[in-house]
């Protein structure tokens, strides 16, 4: 592990058991969300997660942060194996990361005032000896996340969107965790206020050197907000490498060929491009050899027969039989 690194993950791999509802007679599937995906995110950095629906973002943000137990492999923290904590470790692990979810909308309490939801997790560590320290802190982390002292003792359903987003970082905020997953914080939310939202939560890196591992299907987004990118397709990694290396250069044709999906606003930029073929494989049947072959305009014989490792050369890691250069 790297002196930077604050998080690493090691040959993770995730599965799930899949069975029909009300068919006894049928064995469960085995579906690997997560297929042997390592990768290291340094302090004060973030660490983008990109890739089209389904393809295991979000269960890796759940095994790095120990909400979910990996099938196999390791999650270190701060040079900590979180599957080698006991409860109590766990817990006291729990201050150093956090989470902010998707959905403002479903992830706060509707029977808790803002001023509450913040203080939760104060009065559940015992941070404070007393409920009015806790609750002093709280006003002070909502108002450094936008949400005037004036709004905190309103319900979640009293707010907006926005607003709301605001109280799940400052929830995430109150333990004063060193590294937190935003899974797609800016999805739900409109565009007018997406921007409002990204700029708090680079100003909150920069004020308390956090690192963020930063989930999304919008490359605008993690252009602006990210400085290393991991694309992944269906549980693998395709590439990672520095934001601008990756947006400049790509050197995995799935890279490429989501690049060039993002609409451009100048007709002139226009082109013939090469297209994703097909419909995306089905999850508890991958295809055999590199996964991405039945999609890749690409591909050549061997692509089908053998999976290609992921190499590294310097900070550059791609897993594809004919890179580009």
Avoid: W
Avoid at 11 to 19: A, C, M, Y
Avoid at 108 to 128: C, Q, S, T
Avoid at 149 to 172: D, E, K, P
Avoid at 213 to 239: A, N, Q, T
């Amino acid at each position: 592990m790297s002196n930077l690194a604050f998080v690493k993950a090691d040959s993770l791999v995730k599965e799930f058991s899949i069975k029909p509802e009300g068919i006894s007679f049928m064995r469960a599937a085995s579906v690997q969300a997560v297929s042997g995906v390592s990768f290291e995110i340094n302090r004060g950095e973030t660490f983008a997660l990109v890739g089209e629906s389904g393809c295991g973002k979000s269960t890796i943000g759940r095994l790095s942060i120990g909400l979910l137990k990996p099938t196999s492999g390791s999650v270190y923290i701060d040079g900590i194996e979180l599957g080698s904590l006991s409860g109590s470790d766990m817990k006291r692990m729990r201050s150093k990361m956090q989470i902010i979810f998707q959905d403002p909308y479903s992830s706060l309490n509707p029977r808790m005032r803002a001023l509450e939801i913040v203080a939760e997790p104060l009065l559940a560590h015992k941070v404070y000896s007393s409920r009015a320290q806790a609750m002093q802190e709280s006003m002070h982390l909502l108002e450094m996340c936008g949400i005037s002292s004036s709004l905190a003792s309103r319900y979640a359903h009293q707010f907006s969107g926005g607003q709301r987003q605001r109280i799940g970082i400052a929830r995430a905020l109150a333990l004063r965790p060193q590294y937190i997953v935003c899974d797609e914080p800016v999805s739900a939310l409109d565009v007018s206020i997406q921007s409002q939202i990204i700029n708090l939560l680079v100003e909150l890196q920069e004020m308390l050197q956090l690192s963020y591992m930063f989930i999304s299907h919008d490359l605008s987004v993690v252009r602006y907000i990210s400085d290393r990118v991991c694309v992944m397709f269906l549980g693998k990694v395709c590439e990672i490498g520095n934001t601008n290396e990756i947006f400049g250069s790509p050197r995995h044709p799935y890279t490429k060929l989501l690049l060039e999906a993002v609409p451009k606003a100048d007709p002139t930029q226009r082109k013939d491009k090469d297209v994703l073929l097909g419909d995306m494989p089905s999850p508890i049947n991958p295809p055999s050899g590199c996964r991405f072959h039945t999609r890749c305009p690409y591909k050549k014989g061997i692509c089908s027969e053998l999976e290609p490792a992921l190499e590294i050369k310097g900070d550059r890691s791609v897993a594809c039989h004919f890179p580009f250069s």
